[in-house]
């Protein structure tokens, strides 16, 4: 499985991977540096994309980042991001993976399974992230339980 975010929700998205190694998934997190992160995530099991790390200036990941994720199948790409991100729409493009799956944010048919619009909430706690992240497990499970 590979999850795609961008660094301004790792505390939400690192959660949600924690929850589905623990269920024995095995998981890759690539994150986008959002603009103003000096946050080290060195210490982290992610990969961080981003101007300063391995984007050209157009946004396009390096080549030897795409070079890895083409070797790699995955069953499934899950795109965390609330607003369009070139560099992880990028990706996407590229991506060896049976199913993606993420918030529609363009015309683009970037997904195989795409969330149309997110619930409203009133939860103080709540956030954009953490409402999609729900919405992707809720149709993940009733797609497995087709199966």
Do not use: W
């Amino acid at each position: 499985m590979l999850v795609l975010f961008e660094t301004s929700d790792y505390e939400v998205v690192d959660l949600f991977v924690e929850g589905l190694l623990a269920k024995g998934k095995s998981v890759d997190g690539y994150a986008f540096r959002v603009k103003n992160d000096a946050f080290d995530y060195s210490e982290t099991n992610y990969k961080i994309i981003g101007p300063k790390e391995n984007c050209e200036k157009s946004e396009i990941p390096g080549e030897e980042l795409l070079k890895q994720l083409k070797i790699r199948h995955y069953d499934v790409v899950i795109d965390l991001t609330i607003k369009e991100n070139f560099s992880l729409q990028y990706i996407l493009a590229v991506v060896n993976a049976t199913m993606t799956v993420g918030l529609k944010k363009s015309k683009l048919p970037f997904y195989d399974f795409s969330i149309s619009k997110l619930p409203k909430t009133k939860d103080a706690e709540s956030s954009p992230v953490r409402e999609l992240i729900k919405s992707i497990n809720h149709y993940l499970i009733m797609i497995k339980g087709r199966e």
